[in-house]
């Protein structure tokens, strides 16, 4: 089995794994769910706290499917290399950009939780503090909108590439296209407009 074939199998298997865990926490754990309440912290903060193991588990989720992506990445660009390396590159280049930075989203919303839910932190603030630092929850779903920027970009050269490969079918390359770009304009409507 030549190194590409074992690449696009690992890719395939990989997108798997990452979406199931990414999406319990991105769409079960976070956004639709009523433990964030936008502009609202200490309704926010109460949420947490009630149901601290659940947020708990979808940041453990989060974890799981950046380093996922990470490897998934790689996946990628073997399997993409020989159809142009620099497009593969730039595609890689934008993925672990977007991979950083949710990454470093996922490391606020837990610090942030670790103050509204540990009392001898909470012992330092007064309550209007301990609101003020709960914002930094709602600071998780801005930093998605950029990174579904750098999401949109990176799989959009890798679907491009999948396209020109002929490794899928072309109908599957294409609906990767439509899927990124309509992930990408949904997340940046929903958060610019609230």
């Known amino acids: 089995m030549t190194s590409q074939s074992k690449a696009a199998r690992l890719a395939g298997l990989l997108y798997l794994v990452a979406m199931a865990t990414g999406l319990f926490a991105e ?3 976070h956004f639709p769910s009523t433990l964030v309440a936008s502009g609202d912290a200490a309704k926010t903060a109460a949420n947490i706290i009630a149901k601290e193991r659940l947020y708990r588990i979808g940041i453990a989720n989060n974890i799981i499917t950046f380093a996922i992506d990470v490897v998934l990445i790689w996946a990628l ?10 497009l593969a590159l730039l595609a ?53 909108v950029i990174v579904a920027v750098f999401l949109g970009l990176g799989s959009t050269i890798f679907n491009f590439l999948l396209l020109r490969s002929r490794y899928i079918p072309k109908v599957l390359a294409f609906w990767g296209h439509i899927c990124f770009f309509a992930i990408a304009n949904k997340s940046i409507c929903n958060h610019c407009l609230s």
Do not use: G, W
């Open 27 to 29: 769409f079960y754990v």
């Open 77 to 86: 660009y073997v399997l993409l290399r020989p159809v142009n390396q620099k």
């Open 92 to 144: 890689v280049f934008f993925r672990l950009i977007e991979t950083t930075l949710a990454c470093t989203a996922i490391l606020n919303s837990f610090v942030a939780m670790q103050f509204v839910t540990d009392a001898d932190r909470l012992k330092a603030f007064d309550p209007n503090q301990i609101q003020a630092l709960s914002v930094m929850h709602s600071m998780y779903a801005l930093s998605f």
